[in-house]
T-cell receptor
Framework: AQKVTQAQTEISVVEKEDVTLDCVYE???????LFWYKQPPSGELVFLIR??????QNEISGRYSWNFQKSTSSFNFTITASQVVDSAVYFC???????????????FGTGTRLTVIP | NAGVMQNPRHLVRRRGQEARLRCSPM?????VYWYRQLPEEGLKFMVY????????ESGMPKERFSAEFPKEGPSILRIQQVVRGDSAAYFC??????????????FGSGTRLTVV
């Protein structure tokens, strides 16, 4: 069965600090996709990144970076030099490959609430 | 390019009333997915539809909930005889095809249902 664990329920950092949000996943499929989303206080869901299981390259986008490690089933997200606007709930999600009942959807973790203190 | 449009943004219903939530997918997208987010929780899959077809409703409650995606018009998530436990944010996502490669990028802003 698929599972996504975000063990950090809430994190607070002071502005300009770096912060890493953890995501550990479980799946039996060899083909799968991992996602990160941001949900700001306004409530919408903002797509940040998608990674497929065949691509273990880490990615950097501005102050954001992602570390995908299949050996530990983790897909961690780091924000460098955090800003107040980064305050949000961040969700990690998994979609298994293939077309089968229950796989046509994203399975979300419970989210990590990040508060950046000015 | 308009994204996934959901309306209303906020909906208040009294217990026992019906709630209708609408989702217009992105232009060119014929696959729609509905998710529910209970307070302080992650999103949970409800149903996956193509035009005029329900493909996967494994996440839908067995009673009071239904969904459709007609040939013309938006997808509708319908909740009959709402109860307080239905209070949640309901999100819709769309994709051009049903293949995993196309999916996950685009969500609407959600409809926040409050049952009083």
């Amino acid at each position: 069965a698929q599972k996504v664990t975000q063990a950090q329920t809430e994190i607070s950092v002071v502005e300009k600090e770096d912060v890493t949000l953890d995501c550990v996943y479980e799946t039996r499929d060899t083909t799968y996709y991992l996602f990160w989303y941001k949900q700001p206080p306004s409530g919408e869901l903002v797509f940040l990144i998608r990674r497929n299981s065949f691509d273990e390259q880490n990615e950097i986008s501005g102050r954001y970076s992602w570390n995908f490690q299949k050996s530990t089933s983790s897909f961690n997200f780091t924000i460098t030099a955090s800003q107040v606007v980064d305050s949000a709930v961040y969700f990690c999600a998994l979609r298994e490959g293939g077309i089968k009942t229950g796989a046509n959807n994203l399975f979300f973790g419970t989210g990590t609430r990040l508060t950046v203190i000015p | 390019n308009a994204g996934v449009m959901q309306n209303p943004r906020h909906l208040v219903r009294r217990r026992g009333q019906e709630a209708r939530l609408r989702c217009s997918p992105m232009k060119g997208h014929s696959h729609v997915y509905w998710y529910r987010q209970l307070p302080e929780e992650g999103l949970k899959f409800m149903v996956y539809l193509q035009k005029e077809n329900i493909i996967d409703e494994s996440g839908m409650p067995k009673e009071r909930f239904s969904a459709e995606f007609p040939k013309e018009g938006p997808s509708i998530l319908r909740i009959q005889q709402v109860v307080r436990g239905d209070s949640a944010a309901y999100f819709c996502a769309s994709s051009p095809t049903g293949t995993p490669a196309d999916y996950g990028y685009t969500f609407g802003s959600g409809t926040r249902l409050t049952v009083v």
